[in-house]
T-cell receptor, first 116, second 114 residues
Framework: QQQVKQSPQSLIVQKGGISIINCAYE??????FPWYQQFPGKGPALLIA?????SEKKEGRFTISFNKSAKQFSLHIMDSQPGDSATYFC???????????????FGRGTQLTVWP | DAGVIQSPRHEVTEMGQEVTLRCKPI?????LFWYRQTMMRGLELLIY????????DSGMPEDRFSAKMPNASFSTLKIQPSEPRDSAVYFC????????????FGQGTRLTVV
């Protein structure tokens, strides 16, 4: 079953607008929540990440909001630009079988298109 | 740093043929992952190596798939025999030792089985 549920599947935003992508999880063992950005023909690349001991993390125009009690987290892209058009994946990591290694679970992805 | 290097970038093969995908992880990274990406199923983890040892292969779809990591700088994913439903983009990623750090992805191999 899908460990991390992501919505929407696709999103169209005008330049300058706010893009919001949501993710939800059930397993409380998750302890690290990264977002990856993927451009066509490229592999995913880490965009921003958060740990569950904080409720928000901001890096430039990108902000993660984290609600531990609701088991939800979201990515906000402020002042969205055409260059932000890409596929965004949320993910969650948990220690693998009690070890110091982490295992990542990805959401299904959101295809963002920002119109100029 | 050249990043994670995968080859080939594109592979077209006929059903029933053997396909081998190759990956060179980032030097010093001790975890390596093979993922498969499709529209239907998104990014699926196929296998996870740590210090060249497979520690989680529960995502390998069936016995036609096998992966090896003979040393810290090279891994292969083999499909034998290939089927049209194996058509996908296959990514290799590597990660440093520490827990909850970035996974660095290669550019992927787009496999088409006709």
């Amino acid at each position: 079953q899908q460990q991390v549920k992501q919505s929407p599947q696709s999103l169209i935003v005008q330049k300058g607008g706010i893009s919001i992508i949501n993710c939800a999880y059930e397993n409380t063992a998750f302890d690290y929540f990264p977002w990856y950005q993927q451009f066509p023909g490229k592999g995913p690349a880490l965009l921003i990440a958060i740990r569950p001991d904080v409720s928000e993390k901001k890096e430039g125009r990108f902000t993660i909001s984290f609600n531990k009690s609701a088991k939800q987290f979201s990515l906000h892209i402020m002042d969205s630009q055409p260059g932000d058009s890409a596929t965004y994946f949320c993910a969650a990591s948990m220690p693998w079988r009690g070890s110091t290694l982490g295992r990542l679970y990805f959401g299904r992805g959101t295809q963002l298109t920002v119109w100029p | 740093d050249a990043g994670v290097i995968q080859s080939p970038r594109h592979e077209v093969t006929e059903m029933g043929q053997e396909v081998t995908l190759r990956c060179k992880p980032i030097s010093g990274h001790n975890s390596l992952f093979w993922y498969r990406q499709t529209m239907m199923r998104g990014l699926e983890l196929l296998i996870y190596f740590n210090n060249n040892v497979p520690i989680d292969d529960s995502g390998m779809p069936e016995d036609r798939f096998s992966a090896k990591m003979p040393n810290a700088s090279f891994s292969t994913l083999k499909i034998q025999p290939s089927e049209p439903r194996d058509s996908a983009v296959y990514f290799c990623a590597s990660s440093p030792r520490q827990l909850n750090t970035e996974a660095f992805f290669g550019q992927g191999t787009r496999l088409t089985v006709v």
